[in-house]
Structures are given as C-alpha cells and as structure tokens.
C-alpha cells in the first residue's frame, strides 16, 4: 500500500513537472453544476472492470462508483473493446470520463486531459524467488538468461532496446500472443514452466497476489505516467475528480482499494486433506442437514467448505466473501440474511445450499445430466453463472460441447481472459480469470470423490 502510494505522488510530482496536460489549473467553471448522470468508458481487465460472482469489481471501477455516489450521480458504464475505443467514445462526446489506465502520451496528447488516480507503471521482471528472495537483482544479470515474450508486444521490444543495450546475449523467446497471454506466462513462471518474463507492473503485482513465490520488483523499463481522463472541453469535470480525491474519505478508500487489488492474497491452494480420521469437519452435522435439503451428498458440501475457508467460520476474502462458506454480502441481502450473521456457521451453510439450489434450478435447462451438472453449479458458486452461461456460448460457437464440463466449458472459461474471447459478440460478462473456477472444480471433485472412498454417507 505504501509503494502503490508513493508512486501516485510521485506520478501527481512528475505531471507537474514534466508540464503534461493534467486537471488540476486549468482553467474551467469550478462553479458549473455536475450533471445527474456520469457516462463512464472503461475497459475489462483484472484491474479496471470485471464481473466476479455476478458481481462488478475491479480498481477502477470501485474508484469511479464511489466518486459518482459522491456527488449524487448515476453512474452509465460503458465498456470499450481497447484503448483506441475508449478515446473514440470520449472524443464523441458518448462518454464524459475515461475510468481506465490512460497512458499519457503524446498518442492522445490534445484529445485527452489526465485526471483522477494516477499511477507510474513500469515493466518488470517476473522471477521466481529462491529462498524466498530474487536471484536477478539488476538487468545487467540478464544477458545469458532465456526470456519469454508475446511476439509484437511492447516487451518484445523493450526486451530487444535493452538486449542493444547490454551488448546482446539475452535468449528472448517469442509466443503466440493467440495462445497466450500475460496471465499465462506469469503463471507458467510460477510452475516451472518457462524460466522467466516481463509484463507490466500492475499486472504483475496484481498476479503476485495469486502467486507469493513469484518476485516482480525488478524494473527492465522507464517509468510510464498513466491516469483517467476527459476530453478538453470538460475539464471543469477533471476539477471536480481532482478536488474530491484529494478528500480524507477518497483518499482513505483509495488506500484501501489499492490493498485489496494489489497486496492482499488471492491464491488459493487446495492442500491434501487427512481423512483418516474418519470424519471430515466439526461441521460435518450441519452439512448432512443442509445438504439433505437439496438433494445433495453432504460430502460435496464439505468439500466446497474446505476450499472456501478451510471450515474458518470467521474467514473474509479479498472480495468481502465471508464466513465458513465464503457468502458475499449481496448474496446474503438477497436471501434475507444480516451480513454480520454470515460468521454464524449454521447460517453460511444455509445460505450457501439457498445458493445452490437456486444455481442449479437456473442451469437444469442447460445442463440436464444430474452428475455432470454437479460440476457446473460448483464453478458458477465459485465465480458467478454469468461466466458459465458466456462459456456456455462460446462452446456453442466454437463447436465444443456445452452440456459438458470437462475439456469443453472449463476450456472455454479459459479463453475468457483472452480479449479476443472475452470481446466475443456471444459475451455478455467479458473478463474473466478462467483459471480460478477451473481449478476450484477440479480440487472439489477430487477431494468429493476422496471423502466418498473414505467417509461414510
């Protein structure tokens, strides 16, 4: 949080003296009124705007709410296919405020004014740690070293300056940026897959919290300024984002946001679980109650109490789940349940087999198999059926079968982190980290399918 911070003031620091075109002194109407509704570009990614549990997040997102909801406007969101869309929109006029990582620079110099949370972003090195350190600690260790990269992506060639740079000897390996993406090759570090890579620092950073033994804090670039912006002729709208992030409350839930997207952990990994003892949970009881209510083995059930919070009735996620089975606080409002009751384990079961039950009424006419429709209400639990039901479509276009779970709608959730996919016409809920629910599938059936072999029904 600290870092992330420094590096805004020192982006604020830098506008001013670079003399980029930012808000703040220009000359606007500080006293024209503020229009009741905020038409708002933003882009889909981890970091801008995302649906989670048929939930919309993401940093900028958050940020952009919470400034509307300030000053009393409703907020139109409208999502743009890229950045070039995104500035189009401001340019028409369609939109008032870009809510995404600008990058300010002379491409959008005279149409686009900064404003808002700025960031400086750089390129790092993502590195696996050895004994819980980085082992390259400057770029001058790289040559000799085997990079992997997307083919025609600005790391190709910032890889290919500062391999000039160092007198050449750094093994820079291309990739179908088709096939894969940032997300992949951060992960495929973190496997052992590929040795090394280089991706933006709010990427990598925001990865890192999925993967801890990965370092990131190596820069291989300059620092690049980037920030929200307006189109000229709304500048007095720029004033008004400045004035209210420099509020105590903005600041406050800027910091907290900050944390959440970028330091708090979000990995999740799925330990071999003790049967021997012959019983699977304290709770074991309220699940066999619970489960019974919706036609389900109670072991499955437990199952998806292991992976959400290794049975912790007081467990919180960096998204606000909580409890026992991980509920989110809309959920529990929808069901007619306080938020502050969701640390009560009786209660996150029943609301969590509430849940479930109305997944798989919603997807029986999907999906009309019983056991392989099993599969399909675990991953929309874990990451909303919005993403599912897109899967769903993707697997009719792109002639894999929807009906079926493995290799056909858990692939499909993969292409959905891929903007080609996920800006697909047959995509309603674009981002999505296919991976999670991937293996949150996988890690419940196979424990379900362990307790089934080891604990009596």
Known sequence: M???????????????????????????????????????????????????????????????????KAKGMVLDLHVAHNMREAVAMLDSGKVDLLACEVPVTSQFKGRVVACGPEMLTTQVLVQPKEKGAASITDVTQ?????????????????????????????NIHLVDSDSLIEEDLIQMVNDGKIPLTIVNRNVARLNATYYPDLDVSLDVSFPQRAAWGVAPDRAWLADSVDSWLATAGAQRDNDDLLKRYFEMSKGRTFERFDFSKGYISNYDRLFKTYAGRIGWDWRLLAAQGWAESRFRPTA?????ARGLMQIMPRTARGYRTPVSALNN?????????????????????YVPNDRERLKFVVGSYN?????????MRLCDKYGMDPQVWDGNVERALLMKSKPEYYNDPVVKYGYCRGSEPVAYVRDIMEFYDSARREIQA
Not at 8 to 18: D, K, Q
Not at 316 to 320: E, F, L, N, P, Y
Not at 345 to 365: G, H, M, N, Y
Request: net charge negative; charged share 20%; with cysteine.
């Open 142 to 170: 790289l040559p000799g070293r085997d990079i992997y990269v997307e083919q025609g992506s600005r790391y190709e060639q910032r890889l290919n300056h500062l391999n000039d740079e160092l007198g050449g000897g750094i």
């Open 2 to 68: 600290n870092f992330t911070r420094s590096i805004i003031n020192i982006a604020m620091a830098a506008g001013t003296a670079l003399g980029i075109a930012a808000c703040g002194g220009h000359a606007a109407d500080s006293s024209r009124v503020l229009p009741d509704t905020l038409r708002v570009a933003t882009l889909y990614s981890p970091t801008s705007y995302f649906i989670y549990r048929d939930e919309p997040m993401g940093y900028d997102y958050s940020m952009v709410s919470d400034f509307a």
């Open 383 to 391: 990451v909303g059926i919005a993403h599912v039901l897109d899967a």
């Open 316 to 320: 919180r996620s960096w998204v606000g």
């Open 345 to 365: 384990p009786e209660t996150s079961i029943r609301v969590a087999t509430q849940l479930i039950d109305d997944l798989d009424r919603q997807l029986q006419k």
